[in-house]
């Protein structure tokens, strides 16, 4: 390199947007950025690296840098192309990767220098390279899944307060294909795990007293051998550890019995809908495999784990009724917490090509649009108007995180066999219940950035 100072690279993650004249990002859930801290780590250790979080602080365009990478989803990417279209001004280039990137490839390339397909490792070390020679290419593509060798770059996050919980990665992709899922059709659904020694390294150096560790992975037992290898060395370390994984490991009693034993606490499972006809047109059917998600449940419970379950509404099915028996389910059955969201057709995903098909997407690009705000419902749902069926999750949030919910979903043995979890419960319950419609109406993008999104020039 012929230039004498370190070259120079900022990290920029995204918030989903503001409203014009809000102070302060909501703080509530926001946890430490994994993916930036992967960038951070890809990044060579002669490269000065500056990390800002856009859900926490402002961002200070005017301070000199090389290069700007952004990790892009669906839900930010307005905020993302404003960010980019700021430094773009100021003659700083911008390389976009993440999911968003890879499913809308087309949209992305407009407001980014450099676009990367696919997963970060093995490319993003020859975008700083190639930048670095002032050799830098339009489009890079990972030509297959990379080996999960890398530990993420957490020195970034110092100064920046986030939720008390420890962020560790295991396994990546899910091997199923439920039609609404980004996660498939990023990794086309397959699967891959870093070895254990590298993650247990990890825990060993992030771990603080009384810090639960939660393993992001899109789906721990995907790989069912693999999990059973990193739970089995996770025994002796008494850690209390929580993940996501799909149902079909609450009807294997032997790992079930596994995962209590290596600390887990309990899990967050897709459920999705309690019903037949939804599943099938998600592709999930799965979900009513063994006796379904109350015999899962029951599972769980023998084995003491507790159930974070998402549930999603708007299929053909739905009406209001089977929303209402299906929030009586997760309060009867005690769930630890629970989601209630409308579908989303996230672009790239079968489900968005279905609704496209079928002429009931309400937006051309519900996350660029002006008009669209968190909460709304981007498409015609066939049994409801779109404001009934986002009244319908609001009323089942509600529902599900009113007192007296909390207090019965409280009292399940599997929610109170510690004082440490019925604390947590009753603390994670409250902060649900306060924060139920503090989202809603958000915009996409800050509504106070003025100007045009500046499309990126081309070198190449
Ligand atoms: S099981 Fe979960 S992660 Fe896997 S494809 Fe279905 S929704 Fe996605």
């Given at each position: 390199?012929?230039?004498r100072?370190?070259?120079?690279?900022?990290i920029?993650h995204?918030?989903?947007?503001r409203p014009r004249?809000?102070?302060?990002?909501?703080?509530?859930?926001?946890?430490?950025?994994l993916p930036?801290a992967?960038?951070?780590a890809?990044t060579?250790?002669?490269?000065?690296?500056?990390?800002?979080d856009?859900?926490?602080?402002?961002i200070?365009?005017?301070e000199?840098?090389?290069?700007?990478?952004?990790?892009?989803?669906?839900?930010?990417?307005?905020r993302a192309?404003?960010?980019?279209?700021?430094?773009?001004?100021?003659?700083?280039?911008?390389?976009?990767?993440?999911?968003?990137?890879t499913?809308?490839?087309?949209?992305?390339?407009t407001?980014?220098?450099?676009?990367?397909?696919?997963?970060a490792?093995?490319?993003?070390?020859?975008?700083?390279?190639?930048?670095r020679?002032?050799?830098p290419?339009?489009?890079?593509?990972?030509?297959?899944?990379?080996?999960?060798k890398?530990?993420p770059?957490?020195?970034?996050?110092?100064?920046?307060?986030?939720?008390?919980?420890?962020l560790?990665?295991f396994?990546?992709?899910c091997?199923?294909r439920?039609?609404?899922?980004?996660?498939?059709?990023?990794?086309n659904a397959t699967h891959?795990?870093?070895?254990?020694?590298?993650?247990?390294?990890?825990?060993?150096r992030?771990?603080r007293?009384g810090?639960?560790?939660?393993?992001?992975?899109?789906?721990?037992?995907s790989?069912l051998?693999?999990?059973?290898?990193?739970m089995?060395?996770?025994?002796?370390?008494?850690?209390r550890?929580?993940?996501?994984?799909?149902?079909?490991?609450?009807?294997?009693?032997?790992?079930?019995?596994?995962?209590?034993?290596?600390?887990?606490?309990?899990?967050?499972?897709?459920?999705?809908?309690l019903h037949?006809?939804?599943?099938?047109q998600?592709?999930?059917?799965?979900?009513?495999?063994?006796?379904?998600?109350?015999?899962?449940?029951?599972?769980?419970?023998?084995?003491?784990?507790?159930?974070?379950?998402?549930f999603i509404?708007?299929?053909d099915?739905?009406?209001?009724?089977?929303?209402?028996e299906?929030?009586?389910?997760a309060?009867d059955?005690?769930?630890?917490?629970?989601?209630?969201?409308h579908?989303?057709?996230?672009p790239?995903?079968?489900l968005y090509e279905?609704?496209k098909?079928e002429n009931?997407?309400?937006?051309?690009?519900?996350?660029?649009?002006?008009r669209y705000?968190?909460?709304?419902?981007?498409f015609?749902?066939?049994?409801?108007?779109?404001e009934?069926?986002?009244?319908e999750?609001?009323?089942?949030?509600?529902?599900?995180?009113?007192?007296?919910?909390?207090?019965?979903?409280?009292?399940?043995r599997?929610?109170?066999?510690?004082?440490?979890?019925?604390?947590?419960h009753l603390?994670?319950?409250?902060?649900?219940?306060?924060?139920?419609?503090?989202?809603?109406?958000?915009p996409?993008?800050?509504?106070?950035?003025?100007g045009?999104l500046?499309?990126?020039?081309?070198?190449?």
């Amino acid at each position: 390199m012929s230039n004498r100072r370190p070259f120079r690279l900022t990290i920029v993650h995204p918030c989903v947007g503001r409203p014009r004249g809000m102070k302060r990002y909501i703080r509530t859930w926001q946890m430490e950025c994994l993916p930036a801290a992967m960038i951070a780590a890809l990044t060579p250790a002669d490269v000065e690296k500056k990390f800002y979080d856009d859900r926490l602080e402002s961002i200070p365009y005017d301070e000199p840098t090389d290069l700007v990478a952004i990790s892009v989803e669906t839900y930010t990417a307005k905020r993302a192309y404003q960010i980019a279209s700021e430094y773009r001004r100021r003659g700083v280039p911008v390389v976009m990767g993440g999911f968003h990137a890879t499913l809308c490839p087309d949209e992305v390339q407009t407001y980014a220098d450099t676009l990367v397909i696919g997963e970060a490792e093995g490319v993003f070390e020859q975008v700083i390279d190639d930048y670095r020679h002032g050799t830098p290419k339009s489009t890079y593509h990972s030509q297959s899944r990379p080996v999960l060798k890398t530990t993420p770059d957490r020195s970034i996050f110092q100064g920046k307060r986030y939720l008390p919980i420890r962020l560790v990665e295991f396994a990546r992709g899910c091997r199923f294909r439920c039609d609404f899922c980004a996660i498939q059709s990023f990794f086309n659904a397959t699967h891959s795990h870093r070895p254990v020694d590298r993650v247990l390294e990890e825990i060993a150096r992030v771990r603080r007293p009384g810090q639960m560790v939660f393993f992001i992975d899109d789906n721990l037992t995907s790989g069912l051998n693999e999990a059973r290898e990193l739970m089995e060395a996770l025994i002796p370390l008494k850690l209390r550890w929580v993940s996501q994984t799909a149902i079909n490991v609450a009807h294997d009693e032997d790992t079930l019995d596994l995962m209590r034993r290596s600390g887990c606490q309990g899990v967050l499972i897709g459920f999705e809908s309690l019903h037949a006809e939804s599943l099938k047109q998600m592709n999930k059917s799965f979900n009513l495999m063994a006796g379904g998600p109350a015999k899962a449940l029951a599972n769980m419970a023998k084995h003491k784990l507790s159930v974070y379950g998402t549930f999603i509404f708007g299929y053909d099915h739905d009406t209001p009724q089977s929303i209402a028996e299906t929030v009586d389910f997760a309060i009867d059955q005690g769930l630890f917490i629970a989601a209630f969201n409308h579908i989303t057709p996230f672009p790239g995903t079968p489900l968005y090509e279905r609704m496209k098909g079928e002429n009931r997407l309400l937006y051309d690009a519900w996350w660029l649009d002006d008009r669209y705000r968190y909460n709304m419902i981007p498409f015609q749902p066939r049994s409801m108007s779109p404001e009934e069926l986002s009244r319908e999750c609001l009323g089942a949030r509600r529902r599900f995180y009113s007192w007296s919910s909390i207090a019965r979903r409280g009292f399940a043995r599997v929610n109170r066999r510690t004082p440490y979890l019925l604390w947590n419960h009753l603390v994670i319950n409250a902060m649900h219940h306060w924060d139920v419609d503090s989202r809603s109406g958000l915009p996409l993008g800050d509504e106070s950035w003025t100007g045009d999104l500046l499309p990126a020039r081309r070198s190449n």
